[in-house]
């Protein structure tokens, strides 16, 4: 027997109704999407799959090229 499924089930039996709904990650919404350096939702840049709001983008230009 795998104890560690046993622990996960274990653990998510414990789980109240909210936590169990937003466990999962979420496609679609405001809050699906955030920057990946500092998880701000706001001014995301999508061009060439950066996902980074233009505050990060501006600090990292440099280093992106």
Known sequence: ???SLCLVA?????WGHQQLYWSHLR???K????CHV???W???IWKY?????CHCFYQ???NIG
Do not use: E, F, P, Q
């Open 27 to 29: 496609k679609s919404g």
């Open 38 to 40: 500092t998880l701000n």
């Open 42 to 44: 706001h001014s995301l």
């Open 60 to 62: 990292y230009v440099k």
């Open 31 to 34: 809050s699906s999407h955030a």
């Open 49 to 53: 799959s950066l996902i980074m709001c």
């Open 1 to 3: 027997m795998d104890w």
């Open 10 to 14: 274990s653990t998510r039996a414990r």
